[in-house]
């Protein structure tokens, strides 16, 4: 069982930038790939961006590639997203998401259902 509890967001203006702490509870989280997910009203949960249980890899979505930048911390059981040159656009509920390895196949880092856990989400609005 993993709790996650995500913090870091708020208001901020266009070409802004907000960092997201996603904090994990239990002594498996570098087992887990990690994940960033976001939802804005009436519209369906997107991915943003996820990172290997190691580390080593990261991937992104388009629209946020070359601005985002996903990393973890295993010793403190942390992932974060900095978040830079911000955009309207942007503006999202943000949930961060825990994915065991056995949930792993082929391009799952970018599937909702792929991942086991989530946080509760934290509000991020770009003012224009």
């Known amino acids: 069982q993993v709790q996650l509890v995500e913090s870091g967001g708020g208001l901020v203006q266009a070409g802004g930038s907000l960092r997201l702490s996603c904090a994990a509870s239990g002594r498996t989280f570098s087992s887990y790939a990690m994940g960033w997910f976001r939802q804005a009203p009436g519209k369906e949960r997107e991915f943003v961006a996820a990172?290997?249980?190691?580390?080593?890899?990261?991937y992104y979505a388009d629209s946020v590639k070359g601005r985002f930048t996903i990393s973890r911390d295993n010793a403190k059981n942390t992932v974060y997203l900095q978040m830079n040159s911000l955009k309207p656009e942007d503006t999202a509920v943000h949930y961060c998401?825990?994915?065991?390895?056995?949930?792993?196949?082929?391009?799952?880092?970018?599937?909702?259902?792929?991942?086991?856990?989530w946080g509760q989400g934290t509000q991020v609005t770009v003012s224009s």
């Open positions: 998401a825990a994915m065991p390895a056995q949930k792993y196949y082929s391009g799952s880092y970018y599937q909702p259902k792929a991942y086991d856990y």
């Open positions: 990172i290997r249980w190691s580390g080593d890899r990261t």
